[in-house]
């Protein structure tokens, strides 16, 4: 189980959206939580909206793997 440092807490399971910004090796990198009562991710993007969103504010895009 891949844990969180930061929080010491599991990193959620997510194979709703392999494309996601956020998702590492099936997990959510971002969230605490992805229970949304059976409804999709409302903070879903794929890595090309993500990048494209920093390039808008001026952040450059490090892809981690």
């Known amino acids: 189980m ?3 440092k930061r929080r ?3 990193e959620p399971v997510c194979t709703a ?5 956020g998702n590492r090796k099936s997990k959510c990198s971002v969230l605490w ?3 949304f009562g059976g409804r999709d991710c409302p903070f879903y993007k794929n890595r090309e909206q993500y990048r494209d969103e920093l390039q808008e504010v001026g952040i450059r895009w490090k ?3």
Request: glycine share 0%.
């Open 17 to 21: 959206h392999t494309d996601c910004f």
């Open 8 to 10: 010491n807490l599991p």
């Open 63 to 65: 892809r981690e793997s």
């Open 2 to 4: 891949s844990v969180d």
């Open 33 to 35: 939580d992805n229970d």
